[in-house]
């Protein structure tokens, strides 16, 4: 296992477009993170998955956007009829942890960088 | 809510001159604390952490412990090389979340 890998790294889509990005996180992790960063900031939290189920959804996260888990692996992020404020980097990050403790090491990969036109 | 306030970069320096990043945070509870580093292309790894007040957190020569008192969590190594040129971020572990500060970029001169 290499690690987190998410696909594709980089996508230019014309405004108004559908875009879906994978994140297939280390395989033995249970929790999975999806974050946005733009130049200059922190990642911004998005959404959280404990295996297949969406735990956590930032308000950030508009109804245009949608991740899933299906079966507690892999994950997709959609944007629908993209803006040109979606352009950013996509981080994917997944853990290994128990219940409430949010105390393990995410692993993060190495991103999506996504240009809206 | 919980956040994480990273004092704000870039910071440039000499190699082995001291370093100091400033993290503060607010939270409920009890969180842990993280240091979260990116190198130019890659993606960002953990550096160290802290999961309890005082607890002393260290890898790579960089220290930074958790002060429940002053709610902070800086960053500090003795001496910069030229390989320490990155951005590094404070992180905090919300509930179901982990809360990043802007990042402060590290640049490392010979």
């Known amino acids: 296992d290499t690690g987190v890998s998410q696909d594709p790294r980089h996508k230019i889509t014309k405004r108004g477009q559908n875009v879906t990005f994978r994140c297939d996180p280390i395989?033995?992790?249970?929790?999975l993170y999806w974050y946005r960063q733009t130049l200059g900031q922190g990642p911004e939290f998005l959404t959280y998955f404990q295996n297949e189920a969406q735990l956590e959804k930032s308000r950030l996260l508009s109804d245009r956007f949608s991740a899933e888990r299906p079966k507690g692996s892999f994950s997709t992020l959609e944007i629908q009829r993209t803006e040109q404020g979606d352009s950013a980097m996509y981080l994917c990050?997944?853990?290994?942890?128990?219940?409430?403790?949010?105390?393990?090491?995410?692993?993060f990969g190495q991103g999506t960088r996504l240009t809206v036109v | 809510g919980d956040s994480v306030t990273q004092m704000e970069g870039p910071v440039t320096l000499s190699e082995e001159a001291f370093l100091t990043i400033n993290c503060t945070y607010t939270?409920?509870?009890?969180?842990?604390l993280f240091w979260y580093v990116q190198y130019p292309g890659e993606g960002l790894q953990l550096l160290l952490k802290a999961t309890k007040a005082d607890d002393k957190g260290s890898n790579k020569g960089f220290e930074a412990t958790y002060r429940k008192e002053t709610t902070s969590f800086h960053l500090e190594k003795g001496s910069v090389q030229v390989s320490d040129s990155a951005v590094y971020f404070c992180a905090l572990s919300g509930a179901n979340n982990l809360f990043f500060g802007t990042g402060t970029r590290l640049t490392v001169i010979p």
């Open positions: 939270a409920t509870g009890y969180p842990s």
């Open positions: 990050a997944s853990s290994l942890g128990a219940g409430d403790d949010m105390n393990t090491e995410a692993f």
């Open positions: 395989s033995e992790h249970n929790r």
